[in-house]
DNA sequence: TATGAATGAGTTTTCATTCAT
DNA sequence: CATGAATGAAAACTCATTCAT
């Protein structure tokens, strides 16, 4: 009778050890070496749960997906209007205090320098790019339209809006000091309201 | 009779070679090698004229923040009115075309990627962002007085402002082909001017 | 199933290894290239066990010392006056034949013209003089004692012969063929008797 | 007209530099840059003067052999019995004070290490010792001619105070810290004073 | 004589990956 | 599954030496 696999919880361990070690050392550091340490395995295992490195970035991108995607399924779990659904994205993005993952953040960073010029990790980043546009957009729409406004605005606008969430993840890992404290989700969803009370109607 | 110095001219030449192979193949393939070939010189001569490859980051920050300086000055030149230099900014920040530089933008994500962990990197890094919300803060603040607004919200305004500049950097270095064609100035603009004109009146 | 460590064994043929390439061609010549091809491994595999190279010299100190340690205790087992005892610690260090051992002395003297300049090999250079010094002292001390002569001079006594052993470690490592045929253990040994035979009485 | 050769000048400056830097910093640290700077020379410079680095050190071992002969030179003028000559010699290699160069002592110390394993380095040290050993050979025969003792002895006594003057070069360059203060040059006189003293009559 | 840029071979060290146990 | 030794290629950096000026 073989022993049961544990192959998914150690996966899940490898990935989380690399979430850290990217976040507190930086791209550079992230050996396997210093993964398998913060994991307490081995290198060698590290390698039998993934070929490459390059596996267990692809793994560690769609690991932070979920974890992005959570935060907003939990604040959206009691939204019920397209405007509360609206304001749930932005502060499961932007928001400070609970579900913040500053870690989780500092990693998405760094792995958004890797993609200029990986193709593989380009691939991934540009995908979850596009789901945070299309899901980012459907919010709108949706929310201008309950407001009797035209949604032809909505595809730049969501462009635009992650591009600052972007941004605001840049800052707040790499240049925190200098920023104003929790300046980001209020403001944003100001800029989005007064946008759309000035937008043409339908 | 003494060999005339030609340091700064070949220090520059390094730097340029730096900013291309960082902007075409990312950190991890920026070697000293790779750049030393990029700018047909040897490696060795590198490491003369640069004691490490951190000096050398740190002289492409520097290099890098000139380029976008640059840039808004020539824009900047011929506004007269607060709010043509305010779009000036946003132009020379945001808009395709005439003075764009995508690898000095491709070279700035990758070094705001780099900043998260590399304390030097972080200091340099952190100042050039201040420098961008100060001025960033003035500009808004001499639009709103002209205006007639008040001017509080400009220090949260220019902080959404300049996280949505890096993060239009990123996006348009590592997710162009997903983004709207053209997204950013404009709509950036419109954000602006609606919050402006929502604002109180001082 | 686990692998078994063989880091002890590899880390004593390293510096086995690196105590004869030392020997054999000195400190600039003693890379690790040069001792991983006497050790019969590669030089990645050196740094497997030895993070640096500064560590292999705290190392190669440790059994140096062990290795005159082991000299003088084989010569000390069969002695039972304070005078036998004198003359085995005399003999382990400067007679020739037996228990000889010329790779460990010319790794010595190499190792304390390093201790010169590198703290962290002075730190256990003096470390060993020290206790060579103390030694000494005690065996003179009691020795003294023996011949019913005051003790006060052991110190300086003890000091000149620890340096004494040195010089000779160092001119039969750089200098052999000026110097005479075994004349140092017979010499030292006539000196110090007429030393303490002229010392006063307690 | 040619200008005047300042040649013999600028070695004794480079020679001077390569001595305080090797004192100050080892032999590995003893770079032809390291020694420029500290000559207010520049690299190419040196190489016009000196074709190689082992040139260099050739030329130093026989400056710091001139410094040594200087010191008993200078207290040798004043001597007229052999008795004080001897004291003379001893004082002018171990007595601590006026005179003193304990830079050129841990220059000596090092290239004596160097001495283990370089050919060219290595017989121009055998030539030093042969002539110390010489000297002192002498000086003690006359010395004990005065005093009616077979001279027999002189070779051996010689060598082995040759190698006390290395070791206490050695360890007041290495071991400072642990050995006792002054402790050389009387004790020294000590055991050959009486060692002479119960030698047999010619 | 003197400068200092330039070279190229060499150094230590790192690290993803492999593999015997 | 798991270990950890082992490899080999590549990294940053050093440095004696050369040479155009």
Redesign the pocket.
Known sequence: MS?????EQ?RSEIIAAMLIVLAEQGY???????IAKQAQ??????????????EMLMALIAELSAIFQTRYAALASTATTPNEKLLAYINARLAKGKGENPEAVAAWVIIGAEAVKQPEVRALYENAISQELGLLQELLKAHLKSKGKRIKSAPHLAAVMVATMEGVFQLASAAEAVMPKAYAAKTVIALIDRFIELEDHI
Do not use: C, D, M, V
């Not at 022993?3 to 192959?7: C, D, P, V």
């Not at 395995?41 to 390059?54: D, N």
């Open positions: 022993r049961k696999s544990n192959t150690r550079e550091r992230a050996t396997i070496q210093a395995l081995t290198p060698g295992l590290i390698h039998y749960h993934f070929k490459t490195k390059a």
